[in-house]
């Protein structure tokens, strides 16, 4: 069973690319498998309502876990993932 994430977005904003480029690497190294849908929060009221000053924010589906927002957040991602940390 592959992970799922959603990353909320809006276009042209650098954070948010840079997020999405992060994630893909960080999962690269891993070697795991994953898909992410990006939502443009600007497309959705509710959404804007929610997100709107914390974009990007990537959630954990089906649970809906946010885990970060602004610059991905590996130590979050490591945990949901049940990684050890790996001493620095």
Known sequence: M???FTLYS???????EDMLAALQAFMAR???AYAVDVVDV???PALV?????LVPVLVA???GTELCH???????LRRHLGLAEAAA
Not at 10 to 16: E, I, N
Not at 49 to 53: K, W
Not at 70 to 76: C, S
């Open 10 to 16: 809006r276009s042209y904003c650098h954070l948010c």
């Open 49 to 53: 309502a929610r997100y709107d000053e």
């Open 2 to 4: 592959s992970l799922r």
């Open 42 to 44: 600007d497309a959705d």
């Open 61 to 63: 589906e089906p649970a």
């Open 70 to 76: 602004y610059f991905l957040d590996e130590g979050a």
């Open 30 to 32: 891993q070697g795991r």
